[in-house]
Nanobody, 127 residues
Framework: QVQLVESGGGLVQDGASLRLSCVAS????????VGWFRQAPGKERDFVAG????????YYADSVKGRFTISRDNAKKMVYLQMNSLKPDDTAVYYCAATRTYSTASSYYTSSHYDYWGQGTQVTVSS
């Protein structure tokens, strides 16, 4: 198994940037595909970005494409979400998640595909 802890959230202004981090402990992170999800109060938990175990391919929700970048450093057991041009609609708790299950391109978008979840980090974007 693997344990995940997110950090890097905070309160920023419209148009600002943040980089979220997810650190893993336990099994080597290189065995896991990783996704970022977010959930606003009263809303469903939605897919944000995903990355293959190798880091060679990534996937993004249409709402963040061109603004957010997911990356990973398996040697450091870290996954990152660089968020630029933040908008108030990006306000949510952000979660990282991981799975060792074989992942197709479409499976990255589904929360039920992931087996392990972090505790979340709050991102608030003010206008």
């Amino acid at each position: 198994q693997v344990q995940l802890v997110e950090s890097g959230g905070g309160l920023v202004q419209d148009g600002a940037s943040l980089r979220l981090s997810c650190v893993a402990s336990g099994r080597t992170l290189s065995d896991y595909a990783v996704g970022w999800f977010r959930q606003a109060p009263g809303k469903e938990r939605d897919f944000v970005a995903g990355i293959t175990s190798s880091g060679r391919s990534s996937y993004y929700a249409d709402s963040v494409k061109g603004r957010f970048t997911i990356s990973r450093d398996n040697a450091k057991k870290m996954v990152y979400l660089q968020m630029n041009s933040l908008k108030p609609d990006d306000t949510a708790v952000y979660y990282c998640a991981a799975t060792r299950t074989y992942s197709t391109a479409s499976s990255y978008y589904t929360s039920s595909h992931y087996d392990y979840w972090g505790q979340g980090t709050q991102v608030t974007v003010s206008s």
